[in-house]
């Protein structure tokens, strides 16, 4: 079974930067497009930016200008590059595959504080 590792979230305050990364273990790693996917307290889960086998990158609205997804398939890697962060930032992120995600992993916490 696909296992997903998180790491790299912390606290940090508005307008500060945090690089999130995620190894991937047990899947095809340069087959997937990777995405990138947040959870906030009493939220659903959204989609945040994704990576495509070939590099293609897809980000929402409110990540585009600020975050820079990229991956690493010598080290089955993702990461997430993510700049003036938010409040609206806070979350439980993961990574996952696309367009069907498999079993989810425990996520890194990004706390932005104001």
């Known amino acids: 079974q696909a296992q997903f590792v998180e790491s790299g979230g912390g606290f940090v305050q508005v307008g500060g930067s945090l690089r999130l990364s995620c190894a991937a273990s047990?899947?095809?790693?340069?087959?997937?497009?990777w995405g990138w996917f947040r959870q906030a307290p009493a939220q659903q889960r959204e989609f945040v930016a994704s990576?495509?086998?070939?590099?293609?990158?897809v980000y929402t609205d409110s990540a585009k200008g600020r975050f820079t997804v990229s991956r690493d398939n010598a080290r089955n890697m993702v990461y997430l590059q993510m700049n003036n962060l938010k409040p609206g930032d806070s979350a439980v992120y993961y990574c996952?595959?696309?367009?069907?995600?498999?079993?989810w992993g425990q996520g890194t916490l990004v706390t932005v504080s104001s």
């Open positions: 996952n595959v696309l367009p069907r995600p498999l079993s």
């Open positions: 047990r899947i095809f790693f340069s087959a997937y497009t």
């Open positions: 990576i495509s086998p070939n590099n293609l990158t």
